[in-house]
């Protein structure tokens, strides 16, 4: 599976950004799918899942309420819907995919899309 976000950019904070992943392989549908993100000087860390099927989401307690994961498995594609954007969001947001659950040790990732929210 080869992965590739896109959607970042810079955006005043209060805003929304939606981000698009979108995967390669007939196998995306039987993949759970998350977002990560890393802010410089920061680890890696964890932001939303979804199931393969899309029934289960679950998400970061910094994001919930405000992030939304969603996927269309027709198009191989997994967004996240990013609202009310604070600058503790900025960060590189990567998305990854798994045959089970996406963990940190997640069998695919993305190339990372930069995400930037001005005060």
């Known amino acids: 599976v080869q992965l590739q976000a896109s959607g970042g950019g810079l955006v005043q904070a209060g805003g929304s950004r939606r981000l698009s992943c979108a995967a390669s392989?007939?196998?995306?549908?039987?993949?759970?799918m998350g977002w990560f993100r890393q802010a410089p000087g920061k680890d890696r860390e964890f932001v939303a899942h979804?199931?393969?099927?899309?029934?289960?989401?679950y998400y970061a307690g910094s994001v919930e309420g405000r992030f939304t994961i969603s996927r269309d498995n027709a198009k191989n594609t997994v967004y996240l819907q990013m609202n009310s954007l604070k600058p503790e969001d900025t960060a590189v947001y990567y998305c990854?995919?798994?045959?089970?659950?996406?963990?940190?040790?997640?069998?695919?990732w993305g190339q990372g899309t930069q995400v930037t929210v001005s005060s």
């Open positions: 990854a995919a798994d045959p089970y659950i996406v963990t940190m040790h997640a069998a695919y």
């Open positions: 392989g007939r196998t995306f549908s039987t993949y759970a």
């Open positions: 979804i199931s393969w099927s899309g029934g289960s989401t």
